[in-house]
């Protein structure tokens, strides 16, 4: 397994007997908080940092490759394959905002998801498949897809709640 790991610098180790040792990876980039690492398998991977910036890599971590990122600060990313991505987080306006990659990061395409007329966070995302997630965040604030992020439907969960973490069971 890889992980990426905090304090600054960012770092990222790597275990290959469970995590009974483990061998630090250079990162491209050795600033900001790695918000998410996410492992297609043992070789290929991305990993995203708070500022915007982000890597690949197709040799289990020995090296990475940087990829262009749509102009919001991302605070969640799910990577499907090493073509296919979505991250969530916010945009300069302090909205939610969330978009997705089917080239690998060249370009990103903003998702539809709903304005909320406040400013508010996306702070967590899962998906059940490729079709079915789930985004969690500031103020309350739940959505829902089912078609891959094209369409969402907002829920308010109350309040002022905050959820940093979700998990969908398929």
Same mark, same amino acid.
């Given at each position: 397994?890889?992980?990426? *790991?905090?304090?600054?610098?960012?770092?990222? @180790? &790597?275990?290959?007997?469970?995590?009974? #040792?483990?061998?630090?990876?250079?990162?491209?980039?050795?600033? =900001?908080?790695?918000?998410?690492?996410? *492992?297609?398998?043992?070789?290929?991977?991305?990993?995203?940092?708070? !500022? /915007?910036? =982000?890597? &690949?890599?197709?040799?289990?971590? @020995?090296?990475?490759? /940087?990829?262009?990122?749509?102009?919001?600060?991302?605070?969640? %990313? &799910?990577?499907?394959?090493?073509?296919?991505?979505?991250? $969530?987080?916010?945009?300069?306006? =302090?909205?939610?905002?969330?978009?997705?990659? #089917? !080239?690998?990061?060249?370009?990103? +395409? #903003?998702? @539809?998801?709903?304005? %909320?007329?406040?400013?508010? #966070?996306?702070? $967590? *995302?899962?998906? $059940? +498949?490729?079709?079915?997630?789930?985004? $969690?965040?500031?103020? /309350?604030?739940? @959505?829902?897809?089912? +078609? /891959?992020?094209?369409?969402? &439907?907002?829920?308010?969960?109350? =309040?002022?709640?905050?959820?940093?973490?979700?998990?969908?069971?398929?």
């Amino acid at each position: 397994g890889i992980r990426g *790991m905090q304090p600054l610098p960012a770092s990222i @180790a &790597k275990t290959t007997d469970g995590g009974a #040792t483990w061998v630090a990876q250079t990162p491209l980039s050795s600033t =900001g908080i790695i918000v998410a690492l996410d *492992m297609i398998d043992a070789q290929n991977g991305w990993y995203l940092v708070y !500022n /915007g910036t =982000g890597a &690949k890599t197709t040799d289990g971590g @020995a090296t990475w490759t /940087g990829f262009n990122n749509p102009s919001f600060s991302p605070s969640a %990313f &799910k990577a499907f394959d090493m073509s296919t991505a979505v991250m $969530a987080g916010t945009n300069a306006a =302090g909205r939610g905002a969330v978009a997705r990659t #089917t !080239n690998g990061g060249v370009t990103w +395409d #903003t998702l @539809a998801v709903p304005r %909320f007329p406040y400013s508010m #966070t996306w702070f $967590a *995302m899962d998906w $059940a +498949d490729r079709s079915t997630g789930m985004l $969690a965040g500031s103020s /309350g604030m739940t @959505a829902f897809t089912t +078609d /891959g992020g094209t369409t969402w &439907k907002e829920e308010f969960c109350g =309040g002022s709640i905050t959820a940093r973490s979700i998990q969908m069971v398929n």
